[in-house]
């Protein structure tokens, strides 16, 4: 079975930093788009940062674009986004999505809690 395991999560203040993880089993992962969308209470689902596992190419909200920094360690099967100078408006549910290259195949995991605040 595909599964998505989020981590890293949690609780830091405003200019803080977190990186999460997430590993992927169950799928090839050289075949999927590897993303990270949130959502925050009461909005929709927006993308955060978007990369390629075959040709590393990376695409950012401009709300994020500078801070965050989206990777992928294809021999591990994890997508990582580090998030540096955190803010209160990041806080978020993270969510770690795979998506074929070549097909309509769409995986997401759980989701994991980001609060910034002071």
């Known amino acids: 079975q595909v599964q998505l395991v989020e981590s890293g999560g949690g609780l830091v203040h405003p200019g803080g930093s977190l990186r999460l993880s997430c590993a992927a089993s169950?799928?090839?992962?050289?075949?999927?788009?590897m993303s990270w969308y949130r959502q925050a209470p009461g909005k929709e689902r927006e993308l955060v940062a978007v990369i390629s596992s075959v040709s590393g190419t990376t695409n950012y909200a401009a709300s994020v674009k500078g801070r965050f920094t989206i990777s992928t360690d294809n021999a591990a099967n994890t997508v990582s986004l580090q998030m540096n100078s955190l803010k209160p408006e990041d806080t978020a549910v993270y969510y770690c999505r795979a998506q074929g290259r070549l097909s309509n195949l769409d995986h997401w995991g759980q989701g994991t809690q980001v609060t910034v605040s002071s």
């Open positions: 169950g799928l090839t992962f050289s075949i999927y788009f």
